[in-house]
Every structure is written in C-alpha cells, then in structure tokens.
C-alpha cells in the first residue's frame, strides 16, 4: 500500500511498512511537471511485471524496479484491484503502479493537480 500526496508543485509518493525495504525507496518526488496522465487501473495486478532488476516479487506483490515493454517502471502493488498507474516524462520511470485505498480519487486528485 502507498501513500499518494501532491504538494509545492510535487507528486509524493511513500511506500508503507515494509514495502520501504523491499522496494528500496523511502518515497519518490516526482516534480508535477513531469506528470503526465494517472489512471485507476483494475487489471494491472493480473498483468505482473516481466523482469525485475530491484525488489521483491511475489504472486500478488511486486516491489520494486522492474523492466516491462522496454521501460523502467516502478512497481508497488499488493492487490490485484486497487491500483493507480502514473505515468511520467523526463524521470528515471515511465510509470508507478501503485496500490492505493482510493484509486479513482488518487487518479482524479493527481489529474486535477496536473492540469
């Protein structure tokens, strides 16, 4: 589970509990400029990751820095229903893949805060 904050102008990201070890990230700031779409994505968690180069990954649970479709990407999910995909320009990640409480409202805040 995530922790998605947008404040002065960045998106914040912060993984919960372990998920800080497993991941090897304590959050990630991600200036709004370099936003560009976050979606609720209910069928992400059934699609995982294809190689994995920093974390953890589980059936259900990916943690971490994978490799999919030719682009980096930063995975945080535990549940197969939940989650957000932000995508990004200029960073080291094309895109978070996030489970979060909300993902309809995440996705919408982070729209709003973009536009």
Partial sequence: MNTVTV???ELVITPRGLNKIWG????LRVPLSHVTRATA?????????ALRL???SLPG????TF?????HSYWN????VHNVVV??????????????EEPTDTARAITAAIQ
């Fill in 7 to 9: 404040s002065a102008g």
């Fill in 67 to 71: 490799f999919r479709h030719g682009e």
């Fill in 24 to 27: 090897f990230r304590r959050e």
């Fill in 41 to 49: 994505d209910t069928s992400i968690g059934a699609d995982p990751p």
């Fill in 87 to 100: 995508e990004f320009v200029h960073e080291g990640f094309a895109r978070a893949v996030l489970t979060v």
């Fill in 61 to 64: 649970k990916h943690v971490g």
């Fill in 54 to 56: 920093l974390g953890l």
């Fill in 77 to 80: 999910i535990s549940d197969r």
